[in-house]
């Protein structure tokens, strides 16, 4: 414990400078791209293409996603405060599909990655993407952890402390699950871990942004806003109905 001599010879821009260096050695640093704007578009385009075609897919760019491409682009170039995206807009109109082409992108730049020794690093590098479902499941063996489960509880672990990590259908899952009395709150547990941790965050869904706070409350729509980036398929194509009409 400090000495009440030496606190009180600190200034307050001496104490706010150390308070500071500490929180930001316990605090993972922003996810970015160290590429031009230009050079990611280029990037998550070709691999939302792939994404696409690799399905036997029509690949048809329409304005509406060529703007998010760009928006996405611009925010993993930038300097922007915010450190996850929500990627939010009706059935079938290519939201998880940009998130796998991220994934995509992500082990393109990073192929040594795939194979590092990761041991002892926070946060763990690579890229995870989970269903808000599945993450249900993961959760429920972490909360109740026998011999048979240790694959999935390990599993569940890694999500949390991946460097990037993609929800995919956020609301789809239970709002609350039972598992042996006790209640599971997967979606939200996860996001709220990771927003403390300040982990990049990508999140599909078909909640538009006001619903967050219907489905979920009040307290984690605000962690929610002040983390995300808003990407809006609003009035992109949807691209099932593209393949089922050709």
Known sequence: MKTTKDVEKMDVERIYSELKRRKLSNTAPRFRLPYSTAKVYELIYAAVRAEVECRSRKFDLDVA???NIQDVAQWLTSADSTFGLYICGL???GKTTLAKALQ????YINEEEAVADKRGLFPVPGYQFVSSKDLVLLAKAYNAPTKENEHARKQYIGLLQTEVLSIDDLGCEPRESMHYGDFVTASTDVINYRYDKQLCTIVTSNLAPHEIVERYDERFADRFREMMHLVNYE???QWRKQKQAS
């Open 65 to 67: 996603t060529q703007a």
């Open 91 to 93: 059935v079938g109109v």
């Open 104 to 107: 995509q992108v992500y082990y």
């Open 235 to 237: 009035n992109a194509t």
